[in-house]
């Protein structure tokens, strides 16, 4: 089992940044696909981003050039550095990895197996 823990998330003003983490333990799998999803309030979970092993990224359109992956395989850490954000950037997101090998690592919820209990970003305008 691999369990992941989420934190850095906050209440922003528009514009603003934040980093939001995510540590991996247990039977981890460094070369695991691993990505980012969000949930906003009454809306279904949607990926944002996602991130293989050797660093190659896919992200959602409505965050590119706005938000960055980006991960750590020797210390099991995964990242998303959010910039500009926005008050529909408000929902909990989620770490998330892979549990089997995929062909293209994307932000797919069906692909990622093991997920963290999320972390909340509320943006204000």
């Known amino acids: 089992q691999v369990q992941l823990a989420e934190s850095g998330g906050g209440s922003v003003q528009s514009g603003a940044s934040l980093t939001l983490s995510c540590v991996a333990s247990?039977?981890?799998?460094?070369?695991?696909?691993m990505g980012w999803f969000r949930q906003a309030p009454g809306k279904e979970r949607e990926g944002v981003a996602a991130?293989?092993?050797?660093?190659?990224?896919n992200y959602e359109d409505f965050v590119k050039g706005r938000f960055t992956i980006s991960r750590d395989n020797a210390k099991n850490t995964l990242s998303l550095q959010m910039n500009n954000l926005k008050p529909e950037d408000t929902a909990i997101y989620y770490c998330?990895?892979?549990?089997?090998?995929?062909?293209?690592?994307?932000?797919?919820?069906?692909?990622?197996?093991?997920w963290g209990q999320g972390t909340q970003v509320t943006v204000s305008s």
């Open positions: 998330a990895a892979a549990a089997v090998s995929v062909a293209w690592c994307y932000p797919s919820e069906d692909d990622f197996g093991y």
């Open positions: 247990g039977y981890v799998d460094s070369t695991a696909c």
């Open positions: 991130i293989d092993s050797d660093g190659d990224t």
